[in-house]
Structure formats: structure tokens, C-alpha cells
T-cell receptor
Framework: QKEVEQNSGPLSVPEGAIASLNCTYS??????FFWYRQYSGKSPELIMS????GDKEDGRFTAQLNKASQYVSLLIRDSQPSDSATYLC??????????????FGKGTKLSVIP | DTEVTQTPKHLVMGMTNKKSLKCEQH?????MYWYKQKAKKPPELMFV???????INESVPSRFSPECPNSSLLNLHLHALQPEDSALYLC?????????????FGPGTRLTVL
């Protein structure tokens, strides 16, 4: 079974600090990796996608991918209280017959303390 | 137009009712998805439509019946639901069903089955 693992948290960081969110996946042939942010009662919002080994930066967010270790992470610099949410790691897995689907981790709840 | 819309926002139904959820996108995306999300759990894939054809059915009970009338519209017909079907139902779309395409979620329909 293809799995995506995340620490459920809660992860608490002070305002202005760096928040580090981690994710591991079991399917070695996965090619695409996504981070979604979900506020309580709302739908997931895509914040980062990464396909190649290394770092990808977008504003205060940096995604890091290491396919050899089957590990993907998200760093949030200068964390703000508005970053408090559940962060979902998602990995594209092959379902057969040319079909692909997203497999989600259970999410890490982040709290940024003012 | 860069969003996925869903109606209604909230739905309360009895176990003998028939109702439908509607999802619409005008981004020219050719893959559309239904997910179910229970509280404090990640989204679970239900159905995938690719170019208006059902691509994936994740062994969903027949009381859930999807329909894709055209490339912009996705419906989920509900009949004889159970209280445990109460959840947030999310629609998503992506340009195509391939491993590199990002999925964008609508705001969801909060369903309560009495």
C-alpha cells in the first residue's frame, strides 16, 4: 500500500521563527509532490509543488525534495499567526491503466504563537 | 476564471432523500475529482473523470453516483445515504490527469445526513 507519513503535531513555533514540516512516502516511483494548507472548516489550498531533487522557493515557503531518502519537507520562514493551519503533504501515485491519483498524508497541525 | 465552484455550501438531508452536489470550473481543465473528507482526516479520493470519462472509482458505494455532463461540470448524485456519510465533499480539477498536474480544490459542500 502506498503511504504518505507526516507527524500529526501540533507543531508550535513562535511568530517570526522558521517552521519545518516533514513528510516521507513509500512509493519509490512517485514523481510529484505537493503541499496544501487547510484552515479549519475550509478546503485545501495548494501552496507548493516540487518535482525535482533539491529546493524550490516561493516567497516565505521553501519545499525540499530528496527522492533517494523518499523525503519531502516544507519550510516556512518568518512564521505568522495567519500560517496556523493544517499542512497536508500529497504525493502522486500511479493507479494503473494510465491513471494517477494524489495520496495525502494525515496532515501536520501548525500553531504560530504571537 | 481561476476557481472551482461548488454548490450548495451546506446540505442537510434525510436517509430517504435524493440530492445532488454540483461542481463547476472554467479553467479548461480536463480532469475533475470528487473527494470526501471527514473531520481531522485527509481527503479521500472517490472518483476521477478524465476527458468526461470515469477514470477511477475508488470502490465507492452505489448510493453515490457521479456524472460529468461536460468538461466544465461535475455532479455527485446522492441517494439513500447513511449518517456516516456526513462529511465535507470536495471537488477538484487539474489540466489533465497526469502525474505533474496540480489539483485545485473548490470550497466544498458540508453534508449532514440525519
Amino acid at each position: 500500500q502506498k503511504e504518505v507519513e507526516q507527524n500529526s503535531g501540533p507543531l508550535s513555533v513562535p511568530e517570526g521563527a522558521i517552521a519545518s514540516l516533514n513528510c516521507t512516502y513509500s512509493d519509490r516511483v512517485s514523481q510529484s509532490f505537493f503541499w496544501y494548507r487547510q484552515y479549519s472548516g475550509k478546503s485545501p489550498e495548494l501552496i507548493m509543488s516540487i518535482y525535482s531533487n533539491g529546493d524550490k522557493e516561493d516567497g516565505r515557503f521553501t519545499a525540499q525534495l530528496n527522492k533517494a531518502s523518499q523525503y519531502v519537507s516544507l519550510l516556512i520562514r518568518d512564521s505568522q499567526p495567519s500560517d496556523s493551519a493544517t499542512y497536508l503533504c500529497a504525493v502522486t501515485t500511479y493507479s494503473g491503466a494510465g491513471s494517477y491519483q494524489l495520496t495525502f498524508g494525515k496532515g501536520t497541525k501548525l500553531s504560530v504563537i504571537p | 476564471d481561476t476557481e472551482v465552484t461548488q454548490t450548495p455550501k451546506h446540505l442537510v438531508m434525510g436517509m430517504t432523500n435524493k440530492k445532488s452536489l454540483k461542481c463547476e470550473q472554467h479553467m479548461g481543465h480536463r480532469a475533475m475529482y470528487w473527494y470526501k473528507q471527514k473531520a481531522k482526516k485527509p481527503p479521500e479520493l472517490m472518483f476521477v473523470y478524465s476527458y468526461e470519462k470515469l477514470s477511477i472509482n475508488e470502490s465507492v458505494p452505489s448510493r453515490f453516483s457521479p456524472e460529468c455532463p461536460n468538461s466544465s461540470l461535475l455532479n455527485l448524485h446522492l441517494h439513500a445515504l447513511q449518517p456516516e456519510d456526513s462529511a465535507l465533499y470536495l471537488c477538484a480539477s487539474s489540466p489533465r490527469e497526469d502525474p505533474y498536474n496540480e489539483q485545485f480544490f473548490g470550497p466544498g459542500t458540508r453534508l449532514t445526513v440525519l
